[in-house]
Each structure stands twice: as C-alpha cells, then as structure tokens.
C-alpha cells in the first residue's frame, strides 16, 4: 500500500515538473510582442496545468474560485486570453505588451492570495 502511494505521489511531481519546466521554455525572448506574448500566454496556461497535477483539477478549480481569489482568477485568465487575442487575431504588438503587463501583474496578484497577508503587504510597500 504504501508503495503504491508513493508511486503515485512520485507521478504527481514530475508532472508538475513537466509542465512547470515547459512553461518554462516558452519564456525565452522571442523578436517581437506578438511571438512571445503567445508562448508568454502558453506558458502562464501550463503554470495553471502544473498545479493541478499537485492537487487535483477540482480542487484546483476550487481554490481559484475562493472569495479572495475570484477576482485575481478571472483578471488573470482574462488577461491570458486578451493577450493571446490581440497576439492572434490583430497581430498589435503594443496591445501585447500591455496585455502582457496586465497579466504579469494578476499573476503577481493571485500568487499573493496564497501568501497570508500578501496581498496587504504589498499594497502597503508600494503605497509607502
């Protein structure tokens, strides 16, 4: 039996390490906003994916849509999807990179709803 779990729990790691090392590899610059706001949006997607293999997609799932992080959730997959939008269909670099910042700031953002207080120490350093 508890060999059986740890092969399990073994198989739960690399696979976040999979796709925690692929998302990555699609952060290496790229020549122009377009391109890398679509490996960029690629990349944060297999971030999501790789926490799901520590915890479940329901779970997962679950804890995104908590009342302290529905918000930085939806901002953040919005964003993603602007990005990719404005990458894909109007080929606009300058929309990319705003979309880009957007998204680098609700990632930062959602990250801080697992920290305790983290969201109200940073509003409090950068309001200093």
Not at 5 to 34: E, G, M, N, Y
Not at 47 to 63: A, D, E, H, R, Y
Not at 65 to 92: H, M, Q
Request: proline content about 3%; hydrophobic content about 55%; charged content about 10%.
């Amino acid at each position: 039996m508890a060999r059986g779990c740890c092969a399990w729990l073994t198989r739960k790691i690399l696979h976040w390490t999979w796709c925690c090392t692929q998302s990555l590899l699609f952060l290496f610059p790229v020549p122009d906003f377009v391109g890398f706001g679509i490996l960029y949006s690629f990349g944060s997607v297999l971030t999501v994916m790789s926490t799901m293999f520590l915890v479940g997609p329901v779970k997962q799932i679950k804890n995104m849509l908590k009342k302290n992080r529905i918000i930085a959730t939806v901002v953040y997959l919005t964003s993603i999807a602007l990005t990719l939008y404005c990458a894909i269909a109007l080929e606009d670099g300058l929309l990319v990179l705003v979309c880009l910042l957007v998204q680098y700031v609700a990632y930062l953002w959602y990250c801080l709803t697992y920290i305790p207080f983290g969201q109200k120490m940073l509003a409090k350093v950068l309001l200093y």
